[in-house]
Nanobody, 118 residues
Framework: QVQLVESGGGLVQAGGSLRLSCAAS????????MAWYRQAPGKQRESVAA???????NYRDSVKGRFTISRDNAKKTVVLQMISLKPEDTGVYYC????????????WGQGTQVTVSS
């Protein structure tokens, strides 16, 4: 039973910061890459950042330099530290295991809402 629980979202002004956390269970966390996704109202879910088992990271261009993904294998958590937030960062943020063609698990968590006001 895979469980993905996101937390840390909230309402912030443009230029502010948030730290999102994802707690994973039901998987061998240390042997899986992890990723963050987001979905704005009426838009497709998009990949935001990913981190491999070895700690290599990838970011979509629009967040590069502002977001940092990290992992703690002992706690089975993946963190997304976001600074210099922009209104276009608004959306529901989810975590999942990235697969070759997309997210591995259909059982998404509830996500955590990030709202950035201008």
């Amino acid at each position: 039973q895979v469980q993905l629980v996101e937390s840390g979202g909230g309402l912030v002004q443009a230029g502010g910061s948030l730290r999102l956390s994802c707690a994973a269970s039901g998987i061998i966390f240390s042997t899986n890459s992890m990723a963050w996704y987001r979905q704005a109202p009426g838009k497709q879910r998009e990949s935001v950042a990913a981190i491999t088992t070895g700690g290599r990271t990838n970011y979509r261009d629009s967040v590069k330099g502002r977001f940092t993904i990290s992992r703690d294998n002992a706690k089975k958590t993946v963190v997304l530290q976001m600074i210099s937030l922009k209104p276009e960062d608004t959306g529901v943020y989810y975590c999942n295991v990235p697969g070759v063609q997309g997210p591995k698990y259909a059982n998404w968590g509830q996500g955590t809402q990030v709202t950035v006001s201008s």
